[in-house]
């Protein structure tokens, strides 16, 4: 896989895993058994940050600044291709990329919607 | 959502793992991933616990992830006779696991509600570590459904 994309789909499941910080449901759960202790998840996020940022110092600057950009149109900078459909923008890819028996081998972006897409098969 | 994602194929029974990672990886493996995509998702569990243990206490851990490489929210059930050093809140043996994983973004919020109805069940379950006395998958989900539907 390329190594960029790699760096990218991990950056994404980061970005998830914050924005679930921000939701009550979610900060009720994985407190069951010790209750809610907001010191506990504000340093859990703040961990999060740590990770997410020696991440980035990896990404090629002009990467990651289209990844942020997308992410602030579609709130996700890499998408899946399932079934040769771009799951960002429902796109169908030419049956010509969905054929090819090597993918992700280079860092390759939807046609109509610009996301970064990881192909699934 | 807990109910259609509990199978007895996605259940171990009798986990063999000693230790946090080789859990995570054998709760994994049951998916069938491609080793790509395991590799990947095992990363970001691993990250996941590196902020701070999902073993919530009394015996019971919660690992969870989200990553582009899975298409579908995935549960995971598995039970360690002995239990396993998860590094959990209360520094006890983890003797069961609901591994959850799931896109980043899923329609209709099911990850967060599944992990809101795993929670439910575990609060009614911690005390009696009934789960333990199981031999078979069908037995522990017949078991872990009873309890979830009983509100």
């Known amino acids: ?121 | 959502m807990f109910a259609q994602l509990l199978r007895e194929d996605r259940v171990i029974i009798d986990m063999k793992a000693k230790d946090k990672d080789s859990a995570l990886q054998e709760l994994l493996s049951v998916l069938n991933l491609k080793p790509e995509q395991e590799k990947l998702v095992l990363e970001q569990l691993k990250k996941r616990e590196a902020i701070g243990s999902t073993g919530v206490g009394k015996g019971v851990a919660i690992p969870h992830a989200r990553s582009v490489v899975v298409d579908d929210v995935h549960l995971v059930v598995g039970v360690s006779k002995e239990g396993i050093d998860f590094q959990a809140l209360d520094g006890k043996p983890v003797h069961l696991f609901f591994l959850l994983i799931a896109p980043p973004q899923d329609l209709g919020a099911r990850y967060l509600i599944t992990l809101g109805e795993i929670a439910n069940v575990v609060r009614k379950i911690v005390s009696s570590k009934e789960y333990l006395n199981f031999e078979t998958p069908k037995e522990l989900v017949d078991y872990l459904l009873k309890i979830y539907r009983e509100g």
């Open chain 1, 1 to 121: 896989m390329d190594p960029v994309l790699e760096l990218l789909i991990a950056l994404e499941s980061l970005d998830a895993q914050l924005d679930d910080f921000e939701s009550e449901d979610y900060i009720k759960s994985i407190s069951i058994t010790q209750g809610t202790d907001e010191d506990v998840v504000a340093k859990q996020v703040e961990k999060l940050k740590i990770l997410r940022e020696e991440i980035v110092k990896k990404i090629p600057v002009a990467v990651f600044k289209r990844y942020e950009k997308l992410r602030s149109k579609y709130r996700r900078g890499v998408a899946p291709v399932i079934n040769g459909t771009c799951s960002n923008c429902f796109m169908e890819f030419p049956s010509a990329l969905v054929s090819r028996p090597v993918k992700n081998k280079a860092l390759e972006t939807c046609p109509n919607c610009g996301i970064y897409v990881y192909w699934t098969k």
